[in-house]
Protein backbone atom coordinates (compact mmCIF):
# COMPACT_ATOMS: atom_id res chain seq x y z
CA UNK A 1 0.00 0.00 0.00
CA UNK A 2 2.99 2.39 0.35
CA UNK A 3 4.35 1.39 -2.44
CA UNK A 4 1.70 2.05 -4.45
CA UNK A 5 0.81 5.86 -2.52
CA UNK A 6 5.19 6.19 -3.06
CA UNK A 7 4.72 5.87 -6.76
CA UNK A 8 1.80 8.07 -7.12
CA UNK A 9 3.07 10.94 -5.35
CA UNK A 10 6.13 10.23 -7.85
CA UNK A 11 3.42 10.55 -10.59
CA UNK A 12 1.75 13.28 -9.76
CA UNK A 13 5.19 15.11 -8.93
CA UNK A 14 6.71 14.41 -12.73
CA UNK A 15 3.04 16.21 -14.21
CA UNK A 16 3.92 19.38 -11.76
CA UNK A 17 7.92 19.23 -13.00
CA UNK A 18 9.11 22.42 -14.11
CA UNK A 19 10.49 22.62 -17.87
CA UNK A 20 14.30 22.77 -15.74
CA UNK A 21 13.20 19.09 -14.08
CA UNK A 22 11.86 18.22 -17.52
CA UNK A 23 14.97 18.30 -18.95
CA UNK A 24 17.37 17.16 -16.00
CA UNK A 25 14.77 13.93 -16.13
CA UNK A 26 15.69 13.47 -19.87
CA UNK A 27 11.79 14.63 -20.98
CA UNK A 28 13.65 17.28 -23.36
CA UNK A 29 10.73 17.31 -25.77
CA UNK A 30 8.54 18.56 -23.01
CA UNK A 31 11.16 20.76 -21.59
CA UNK A 32 11.49 22.20 -24.70
CA UNK A 33 7.54 22.61 -25.21
CA UNK A 34 6.60 23.38 -21.76
CA UNK A 35 9.45 26.50 -22.13
CA UNK A 36 8.60 27.63 -25.23
CA UNK A 37 4.66 28.22 -23.92
CA UNK A 38 6.04 30.19 -21.31
CA UNK A 39 8.73 32.20 -23.13
CA UNK A 40 5.90 32.58 -26.02
CA UNK A 41 3.88 34.73 -23.66
CA UNK A 42 6.59 36.97 -22.26
CA UNK A 43 8.19 39.97 -23.80
CA UNK A 44 12.19 39.73 -22.16
CA UNK A 45 13.61 36.64 -22.80
CA UNK A 46 13.79 34.78 -18.99
CA UNK A 47 17.57 32.65 -18.62
CA UNK A 48 15.86 30.13 -17.06
CA UNK A 49 13.87 29.32 -19.82
CA UNK A 50 16.30 29.80 -22.55
CA UNK A 51 19.36 27.64 -20.61
CA UNK A 52 16.28 24.81 -20.96
CA UNK A 53 14.97 25.48 -25.00
CA UNK A 54 18.54 26.01 -26.71
CA UNK A 55 19.89 22.61 -25.72
CA UNK A 56 16.63 20.70 -25.67
CA UNK A 57 16.26 21.55 -28.83
CA UNK A 58 19.84 20.70 -29.97
CA UNK A 59 19.19 17.04 -28.75
CA UNK A 60 15.68 17.18 -30.26
CA UNK A 61 17.64 18.08 -33.59
CA UNK A 62 20.53 15.76 -33.22
CA UNK A 63 17.90 12.64 -32.79
CA UNK A 64 15.48 13.85 -35.46
CA UNK A 65 18.31 13.91 -38.16
CA UNK A 66 20.11 11.10 -37.42
CA UNK A 67 16.94 9.44 -38.61
CA UNK A 68 16.70 11.34 -41.35
CA UNK A 69 20.37 10.90 -42.49
CA UNK A 70 20.44 6.58 -41.91
CA UNK A 71 20.38 4.82 -44.61
CA UNK A 72 18.41 2.38 -43.19
CA UNK A 73 15.43 4.47 -42.38
CA UNK A 74 12.60 4.39 -45.28
CA UNK A 75 11.68 7.20 -46.73
CA UNK A 76 8.53 7.87 -44.79
CA UNK A 77 10.44 7.63 -41.49
CA UNK A 78 13.05 10.26 -42.89
CA UNK A 79 10.43 12.78 -44.36
CA UNK A 80 8.38 12.27 -40.69
CA UNK A 81 10.89 13.11 -38.69
CA UNK A 82 12.24 15.83 -40.83
CA UNK A 83 8.65 17.42 -40.65
CA UNK A 84 8.61 17.12 -36.58
CA UNK A 85 11.92 18.86 -35.75
CA UNK A 86 10.23 21.60 -38.20
CA UNK A 87 7.14 21.49 -36.41
CA UNK A 88 8.69 22.31 -32.84
CA UNK A 89 10.56 25.13 -34.63
CA UNK A 90 7.47 26.64 -35.99
CA UNK A 91 5.77 26.77 -32.52
CA UNK A 92 8.35 29.73 -31.41
CA UNK A 93 6.72 33.06 -31.75
CA UNK A 94 9.26 34.91 -29.60
CA UNK A 95 11.39 36.57 -32.32
CA UNK A 96 14.65 36.04 -29.41
CA UNK A 97 14.54 32.74 -29.52
CA UNK A 98 13.45 31.37 -32.95
CA UNK A 99 16.81 32.79 -34.86
CA UNK A 100 18.85 30.66 -32.19
CA UNK A 101 17.27 27.73 -33.05
CA UNK A 102 18.94 25.61 -36.30
CA UNK A 103 16.17 25.65 -39.24
CA UNK A 104 16.20 22.09 -40.58
CA UNK A 105 14.84 23.47 -43.98
CA UNK A 106 18.03 25.29 -44.70
CA UNK A 107 20.53 22.76 -43.51
CA UNK A 108 22.07 21.95 -46.29
CA UNK A 109 23.07 18.13 -45.57
CA UNK A 110 20.26 16.94 -44.55
CA UNK A 111 18.27 18.55 -47.59
CA UNK A 112 20.51 16.44 -49.76
CA UNK A 113 20.50 13.57 -48.19
CA UNK A 114 16.73 13.56 -47.97
CA UNK A 115 15.98 14.78 -51.64
CA UNK A 116 18.71 11.92 -52.55
CA UNK A 117 16.37 9.40 -50.58
CA UNK A 118 12.98 10.76 -52.34
CA UNK A 119 14.37 10.72 -55.87
CA UNK A 120 15.75 6.86 -55.66
CA UNK A 121 12.69 6.14 -53.86
CA UNK A 122 10.76 7.70 -57.00
CA UNK A 123 12.59 5.76 -59.24
CA UNK A 124 11.94 2.60 -57.96
CA UNK A 125 8.48 3.29 -58.21
CA UNK A 126 8.63 4.58 -61.65
CA UNK A 127 10.39 1.55 -62.60
CA UNK A 128 8.12 -0.70 -61.14
CA UNK A 129 5.22 1.35 -62.27
CA UNK A 130 6.25 1.12 -65.78
CA UNK A 131 6.92 -3.20 -65.34
CA UNK A 132 2.73 -3.18 -64.69
CA UNK A 133 2.16 -1.28 -67.64
CA UNK A 134 3.35 -3.83 -69.30
CA UNK A 135 1.72 -6.35 -67.76
CA UNK A 136 -1.48 -4.69 -68.14
CA UNK A 137 -1.80 -4.66 -64.10
CA UNK A 138 -3.04 -0.85 -64.57
CA UNK A 139 -4.44 -0.49 -61.06
CA UNK A 140 -1.27 -1.16 -59.41
CA UNK A 141 0.48 1.13 -61.80
CA UNK A 142 -2.13 4.01 -61.01
CA UNK A 143 -1.41 3.35 -57.38
CA UNK A 144 2.42 4.27 -57.38
CA UNK A 145 1.57 7.17 -59.99
CA UNK A 146 -0.64 8.30 -57.45
CA UNK A 147 1.94 7.80 -54.72
CA UNK A 148 4.58 10.04 -56.82
CA UNK A 149 2.19 12.68 -57.54
CA UNK A 150 0.91 13.00 -53.94
CA UNK A 151 4.85 12.97 -52.46
CA UNK A 152 5.90 15.57 -55.03
CA UNK A 153 2.81 17.87 -54.14
CA UNK A 154 3.51 17.82 -50.44
CA UNK A 155 7.11 19.08 -51.07
CA UNK A 156 6.33 21.19 -53.83
CA UNK A 157 5.65 23.53 -50.94
CA UNK A 158 8.86 23.57 -49.58
CA UNK A 159 11.35 25.30 -51.94
CA UNK A 160 14.69 24.13 -50.52
CA UNK A 161 13.65 21.01 -50.64
CA UNK A 162 11.57 20.97 -54.16
CA UNK A 163 14.70 22.64 -55.91
CA UNK A 164 17.07 19.08 -54.37
CA UNK A 165 14.58 17.09 -56.61
CA UNK A 166 14.26 15.34 -60.00
CA UNK A 167 10.62 15.85 -60.69
CA UNK A 168 9.06 13.76 -62.49
CA UNK A 169 5.68 14.95 -65.00
CA UNK A 170 3.81 12.22 -63.67
CA UNK A 171 0.80 13.54 -64.92
CA UNK A 172 1.13 12.76 -68.60
CA UNK A 173 2.46 8.79 -67.27
CA UNK A 174 -1.15 8.45 -65.43
CA UNK A 175 -2.79 10.23 -68.63
CA UNK A 176 -1.36 7.53 -70.77
CA UNK A 177 -1.66 4.74 -68.36
CA UNK A 178 -5.70 6.03 -68.09
CA UNK A 179 -5.86 5.89 -72.27
CA UNK A 180 -4.81 2.19 -72.00
CA UNK A 181 -7.14 1.30 -69.60
CA UNK A 182 -9.40 2.67 -71.59
CA UNK A 183 -8.49 1.55 -74.81
CA UNK A 184 -8.34 -2.18 -73.16
CA UNK A 185 -12.33 -1.64 -71.85
CA UNK A 186 -13.13 -0.95 -74.98
CA UNK A 187 -11.52 -3.86 -76.98
CA UNK A 188 -13.38 -5.89 -74.57
CA UNK A 189 -16.19 -4.37 -75.18
CA UNK A 190 -16.21 -5.19 -78.64
CA UNK A 191 -15.61 -8.85 -78.04
CA UNK A 192 -19.11 -9.10 -76.18
CA UNK A 193 -20.74 -7.36 -78.56
CA UNK A 194 -19.75 -9.97 -81.26
CA UNK A 195 -22.53 -12.34 -79.42
CA UNK A 196 -26.14 -11.90 -79.47
CA UNK A 197 -27.10 -11.41 -75.95
CA UNK A 198 -28.70 -9.19 -74.05
CA UNK A 199 -26.25 -10.10 -71.14
CA UNK A 200 -22.98 -9.14 -72.90
CA UNK A 201 -24.39 -6.36 -74.34
CA UNK A 202 -25.33 -5.49 -70.48
CA UNK A 203 -21.71 -6.01 -69.64
CA UNK A 204 -20.52 -4.17 -73.03
CA UNK A 205 -22.33 -1.12 -71.73
CA UNK A 206 -20.68 -1.26 -68.75
CA UNK A 207 -16.95 -2.04 -69.85
CA UNK A 208 -18.00 1.12 -72.52
CA UNK A 209 -19.40 3.38 -68.91
CA UNK A 210 -16.02 2.64 -67.31
CA UNK A 211 -13.87 3.86 -70.18
CA UNK A 212 -15.49 6.78 -70.13
CA UNK A 213 -14.18 7.75 -66.98
CA UNK A 214 -10.39 7.25 -68.17
CA UNK A 215 -10.61 8.64 -71.15
CA UNK A 216 -13.11 10.33 -73.73
CA UNK A 217 -14.72 8.71 -75.94
CA UNK A 218 -14.32 8.67 -80.16
CA UNK A 219 -17.64 8.75 -82.23
CA UNK A 220 -17.11 5.14 -83.25
CA UNK A 221 -16.98 4.34 -79.44
CA UNK A 222 -19.96 5.94 -78.93
CA UNK A 223 -21.76 4.15 -81.75
CA UNK A 224 -20.69 0.94 -80.35
CA UNK A 225 -22.59 2.11 -77.22
CA UNK A 226 -25.12 2.92 -78.83
CA UNK A 227 -25.57 -0.80 -81.10
CA UNK A 228 -25.47 -2.47 -77.47
CA UNK A 229 -28.08 -0.47 -76.71
CA UNK A 230 -30.12 -1.50 -79.94
CA UNK A 231 -29.38 -5.26 -79.16
CA UNK A 232 -30.52 -4.96 -75.74
CA UNK A 233 -33.56 -3.01 -76.89
CA UNK A 234 -33.93 -6.33 -79.23
CA UNK A 235 -33.67 -8.83 -77.04
CA UNK A 236 -36.46 -7.02 -74.76
CA UNK A 237 -38.66 -6.75 -77.89
CA UNK A 238 -38.38 -10.96 -78.16
CA UNK A 239 -38.66 -11.46 -75.06
CA UNK A 240 -41.75 -9.16 -74.87
CA UNK A 241 -43.20 -10.98 -77.82
CA UNK A 242 -42.65 -14.24 -75.92
CA UNK A 243 -44.11 -12.95 -72.75
CA UNK A 244 -47.25 -11.65 -74.50
CA UNK A 245 -48.01 -15.36 -75.98
CA UNK A 246 -48.80 -16.94 -72.57
CA UNK A 247 -52.11 -14.36 -73.12
CA UNK A 248 -51.62 -13.48 -68.90
CA UNK A 249 -52.06 -10.53 -67.23
CA UNK A 250 -48.74 -10.58 -65.14
CA UNK A 251 -46.65 -11.60 -67.76
CA UNK A 252 -48.34 -8.35 -70.39
CA UNK A 253 -47.33 -6.26 -67.98
CA UNK A 254 -43.65 -7.10 -68.11
CA UNK A 255 -43.84 -7.61 -71.68
CA UNK A 256 -45.06 -3.53 -71.56
CA UNK A 257 -42.53 -2.84 -69.55
CA UNK A 258 -39.76 -4.10 -71.58
CA UNK A 259 -41.95 -2.48 -74.92
CA UNK A 260 -41.49 0.90 -73.26
CA UNK A 261 -37.55 0.06 -72.23
CA UNK A 262 -36.82 -0.54 -75.63
CA UNK A 263 -38.31 2.58 -77.02
CA UNK A 264 -35.42 4.79 -74.68
CA UNK A 265 -33.59 3.16 -76.70
CA UNK A 266 -34.61 3.52 -80.48
CA UNK A 267 -37.77 3.92 -82.17
CA UNK A 268 -40.09 1.14 -82.25
CA UNK A 269 -41.70 0.41 -85.76
CA UNK A 270 -45.28 -0.05 -86.18
CA UNK A 271 -45.16 -3.76 -85.60
CA UNK A 272 -43.78 -3.27 -82.13
CA UNK A 273 -46.34 -0.13 -81.46
CA UNK A 274 -48.88 -2.34 -82.22
CA UNK A 275 -46.95 -5.07 -79.92
CA UNK A 276 -46.87 -2.11 -76.95
CA UNK A 277 -50.66 -1.47 -77.53
CA UNK A 278 -51.43 -5.03 -77.42
CA UNK A 279 -49.44 -5.51 -74.02
CA UNK A 280 -51.37 -2.87 -72.67
CA UNK A 281 -54.63 -3.87 -73.62
CA UNK A 282 -54.16 -7.28 -72.35
CA UNK A 283 -51.90 -6.39 -69.05
CA UNK A 284 -54.88 -4.11 -67.95
CA UNK A 285 -57.06 -4.87 -64.96
CA UNK A 286 -61.33 -3.32 -65.51
CA UNK A 287 -63.02 -2.78 -62.75
CA UNK A 288 -67.05 -1.96 -63.00
CA UNK A 289 -67.95 0.34 -60.09
CA UNK A 290 -71.86 0.44 -59.66
CA UNK A 291 -73.64 1.42 -56.31
CA UNK A 292 -75.74 -0.72 -54.16
CA UNK A 293 -79.54 -0.65 -54.00
CA UNK A 294 -79.42 1.52 -50.54
CA UNK A 295 -76.72 3.97 -51.34
CA UNK A 296 -77.85 7.54 -50.88
CA UNK A 297 -74.49 9.49 -51.20
CA UNK A 298 -72.20 9.30 -55.16
CA UNK A 299 -72.67 8.20 -58.20
CA UNK A 300 -71.11 5.34 -59.83
CA UNK A 301 -69.75 8.11 -61.93
CA UNK A 302 -68.70 9.82 -59.53
CA UNK A 303 -66.54 7.24 -57.39
CA UNK A 304 -64.93 5.35 -60.42
CA UNK A 305 -63.68 9.22 -61.77
CA UNK A 306 -62.36 9.34 -58.16
CA UNK A 307 -60.82 6.44 -58.03
CA UNK A 308 -59.03 6.51 -61.54
CA UNK A 309 -57.84 10.00 -60.21
CA UNK A 310 -56.32 8.28 -56.98
CA UNK A 311 -55.24 5.01 -58.13
CA UNK A 312 -51.73 4.06 -57.71
CA UNK A 313 -50.77 1.98 -60.94
CA UNK A 314 -51.77 2.46 -64.35
CA UNK A 315 -52.70 -1.08 -64.35
CA UNK A 316 -56.22 -0.19 -62.83
CA UNK A 317 -59.03 0.85 -64.57
CA UNK A 318 -62.40 1.91 -63.32
CA UNK A 319 -65.28 2.16 -65.42
CA UNK A 320 -69.08 2.48 -64.89
CA UNK A 321 -72.16 0.40 -67.25
CA UNK A 322 -72.69 3.96 -68.73
CA UNK A 323 -69.15 4.22 -69.88
CA UNK A 324 -68.26 1.53 -71.42
CA UNK A 325 -68.81 -1.58 -73.04
CA UNK A 326 -65.50 -3.33 -72.78
CA UNK A 327 -66.03 -6.51 -70.44
CA UNK A 328 -64.29 -6.02 -67.41
CA UNK A 329 -62.68 -8.05 -64.94
CA UNK A 330 -64.22 -7.12 -61.77
CA UNK A 331 -67.14 -5.77 -60.35
CA UNK A 332 -66.96 -3.28 -57.22
CA UNK A 333 -70.19 -2.61 -55.72
CA UNK A 334 -70.27 0.90 -53.24
CA UNK A 335 -72.51 1.63 -50.98
CA UNK A 336 -72.29 4.91 -48.83
CA UNK A 337 -75.06 6.16 -46.64
CA UNK A 338 -75.66 10.17 -45.74
CA UNK A 339 -73.94 11.62 -43.35
CA UNK A 340 -75.05 12.25 -39.51
CA UNK A 341 -73.91 15.47 -37.44
CA UNK A 342 -74.20 15.19 -34.11
CA UNK A 343 -73.14 17.49 -31.27
CA UNK A 344 -72.32 15.82 -27.54
CA UNK A 345 -73.41 17.86 -24.43
CA UNK A 346 -69.98 19.65 -22.35
CA UNK A 347 -68.23 17.95 -20.47
CA UNK A 348 -66.22 18.75 -17.39
CA UNK A 349 -62.94 17.37 -16.16
CA UNK A 350 -61.73 18.74 -12.67
CA UNK A 351 -57.71 17.71 -12.17
CA UNK A 352 -54.47 18.80 -11.10
CA UNK A 353 -51.88 20.39 -13.78
CA UNK A 354 -48.23 21.09 -13.72
CA UNK A 355 -45.98 22.54 -16.02
CA UNK A 356 -42.11 24.29 -15.74
CA UNK A 357 -42.22 27.55 -16.39
CA UNK A 358 -39.67 30.35 -16.77
CA UNK A 359 -39.41 33.25 -15.49
CA UNK A 360 -36.82 36.44 -14.57
CA UNK A 361 -35.68 37.79 -11.64
CA UNK A 362 -33.51 40.67 -10.46
CA UNK A 363 -30.28 39.83 -8.39
CA UNK A 364 -27.88 42.19 -7.06
CA UNK A 365 -24.02 40.74 -6.90
CA UNK A 366 -22.00 42.07 -4.00
CA UNK A 367 -20.40 45.25 -6.10
CA UNK A 368 -24.25 46.19 -5.74
CA UNK A 369 -24.55 45.77 -9.83
CA UNK A 370 -28.37 44.42 -10.43
CA UNK A 371 -28.93 42.07 -13.62
CA UNK A 372 -31.51 40.08 -15.01
CA UNK A 373 -31.31 36.30 -14.42
CA UNK A 374 -33.50 34.02 -16.05
CA UNK A 375 -34.81 31.02 -13.97
CA UNK A 376 -37.52 28.00 -13.92
CA UNK A 377 -40.08 26.80 -11.38
CA UNK A 378 -42.90 23.96 -11.27
CA UNK A 379 -46.24 25.83 -11.40
CA UNK A 380 -48.82 23.72 -9.79
CA UNK A 381 -52.72 23.70 -9.90
CA UNK A 382 -56.26 22.26 -9.46
CA UNK A 383 -57.75 23.23 -13.24
CA UNK A 384 -61.08 22.58 -14.87
CA UNK A 385 -61.26 21.54 -18.14
CA UNK A 386 -64.92 21.84 -20.42
CA UNK A 387 -65.05 20.67 -23.33
CA UNK A 388 -67.86 19.94 -26.53
CA UNK A 389 -67.55 17.83 -29.50
CA UNK A 390 -69.81 18.13 -32.86
CA UNK A 391 -68.81 14.53 -34.79
CA UNK A 392 -70.10 13.76 -38.55
CA UNK A 393 -69.84 10.06 -39.28
CA UNK A 394 -70.54 8.22 -43.02
CA UNK A 395 -71.20 4.97 -43.18
CA UNK A 396 -70.13 3.15 -46.37
CA UNK A 397 -69.38 -0.58 -47.31
CA UNK A 398 -67.65 -1.83 -50.36
CA UNK A 399 -67.22 -5.20 -52.09
CA UNK A 400 -65.18 -6.53 -54.76
CA UNK A 401 -65.84 -9.59 -56.92
CA UNK A 402 -64.34 -11.24 -59.73
CA UNK A 403 -66.47 -11.57 -63.11
CA UNK A 404 -64.57 -14.42 -64.55
CA UNK A 405 -65.65 -16.70 -62.35
CA UNK A 406 -67.75 -15.18 -59.81
CA UNK A 407 -65.47 -15.06 -56.54
CA UNK A 408 -65.23 -13.33 -53.75
CA UNK A 409 -62.33 -10.71 -53.76
CA UNK A 410 -62.99 -9.09 -50.32
CA UNK A 411 -66.16 -7.57 -48.55
CA UNK A 412 -66.17 -4.79 -45.84
CA UNK A 413 -68.45 -2.35 -43.55
CA UNK A 414 -66.93 0.79 -42.90
CA UNK A 415 -67.67 4.05 -41.17
CA UNK A 416 -65.62 7.34 -41.71
CA UNK A 417 -65.60 10.33 -39.21
CA UNK A 418 -64.58 13.42 -38.52
CA UNK A 419 -64.62 15.21 -35.07
CA UNK A 420 -64.04 19.16 -33.94
CA UNK A 421 -63.83 19.78 -30.78
CA UNK A 422 -63.53 23.25 -28.95
CA UNK A 423 -62.26 23.02 -25.02
CA UNK A 424 -61.44 25.98 -22.83
CA UNK A 425 -59.93 25.56 -19.29
CA UNK A 426 -60.25 28.16 -16.45
CA UNK A 427 -58.41 27.62 -12.88
CA UNK A 428 -60.05 26.11 -9.33
CA UNK A 429 -57.12 26.82 -7.38
CA UNK A 430 -53.50 27.35 -7.36
CA UNK A 431 -50.57 28.97 -9.30
CA UNK A 432 -52.01 30.49 -12.69
CA UNK A 433 -49.20 29.82 -14.88
CA UNK A 434 -49.91 25.80 -14.42
CA UNK A 435 -52.43 26.71 -17.23
CA UNK A 436 -51.89 24.05 -20.36
CA UNK A 437 -51.25 26.45 -23.18
CA UNK A 438 -52.94 23.98 -25.60
CA UNK A 439 -55.93 24.79 -24.69
CA UNK A 440 -58.25 27.82 -24.88
CA UNK A 441 -58.39 29.95 -21.42
CA UNK A 442 -59.79 33.37 -22.69
CA UNK A 443 -62.59 32.32 -24.59
CA UNK A 444 -65.44 30.05 -23.16
CA UNK A 445 -66.98 27.52 -24.98
CA UNK A 446 -69.91 29.82 -26.01
CA UNK A 447 -67.94 32.16 -27.92
CA UNK A 448 -65.87 29.39 -30.13
CA UNK A 449 -68.42 28.47 -33.11
CA UNK A 450 -68.66 25.13 -34.66
CA UNK A 451 -68.42 24.57 -38.75
CA UNK A 452 -72.54 24.35 -39.84
CA UNK A 453 -73.98 21.05 -40.37
CA UNK A 454 -73.58 20.98 -43.89
CA UNK A 455 -69.84 22.27 -43.87
CA UNK A 456 -69.58 18.96 -41.61
CA UNK A 457 -70.83 16.76 -44.14
CA UNK A 458 -69.01 18.37 -46.84
CA UNK A 459 -65.61 17.17 -44.43
CA UNK A 460 -67.26 14.06 -43.50
CA UNK A 461 -67.98 13.15 -47.18
CA UNK A 462 -64.70 14.20 -48.89
CA UNK A 463 -62.62 12.24 -45.51
CA UNK A 464 -65.10 9.25 -46.94
CA UNK A 465 -63.58 9.52 -50.34
CA UNK A 466 -60.32 9.97 -49.24
CA UNK A 467 -60.61 6.65 -47.25
CA UNK A 468 -62.14 4.56 -49.97
CA UNK A 469 -59.51 5.04 -52.39
CA UNK A 470 -56.90 4.67 -49.70
CA UNK A 471 -58.73 1.19 -48.72
CA UNK A 472 -59.11 -0.01 -52.54
CA UNK A 473 -55.56 1.34 -53.45
CA UNK A 474 -54.14 -0.90 -50.30
CA UNK A 475 -55.70 -3.96 -51.97
CA UNK A 476 -54.80 -3.45 -55.80
CA UNK A 477 -52.25 -6.39 -55.35
CA UNK A 478 -55.46 -8.53 -54.58
CA UNK A 479 -56.63 -7.06 -57.57
CA UNK A 480 -53.52 -7.91 -59.56
CA UNK A 481 -52.44 -11.30 -58.26
CA UNK A 482 -56.24 -12.21 -59.17
CA UNK A 483 -54.87 -12.06 -62.89
Not at 170 to 194: P, Q, V
Not at 258 to 279: C, I, M, S
Not at 310 to 324: D, E, F, G, I, M
Request: charged share 30%; net charge neutral; with cysteine.
Amino acid sequence: MLLTLSILLLSLGSIAQSPKKYFKNGFYEKAFVNAIDKQNRKVKLKSKLTDVIYPSYKIMYKKHIDIVMDSESTWDDSYGYFLRIAKYRATVTHPGVIDNLQDVYKDKSVLDILANKTNQLHFSEMTNAEQFVEQKRYDEAMTLYKSIAGRQKAISHMPTLSKRLDFIDIESYMEATEIKMGDELIAEARELLSESSKERANQAKDLIRKAEIYRPLSIEEQELRHLADIMIGESWIEEAKRLIASNTKQNARIAYELLVRATDKRTLTNEEEQLKTKAYNLGLSRILVKTGADTKGSSAEDLAGHLNKLKPTPWLAYYTSKNTDLTCDFEMEISDQTPNVKLDPIRKQIKQNSRMVEYWEEVTDSTGNTSRVRKERLAVAMIAIFSQTKNATLAWSITLRDLRDGKLIFSEQKESRYAKTNQYVSLESGDILALPENIESDVSLDSQPFPTNKEMETIVTNQYLHELAKFVNGHRNHILMNN
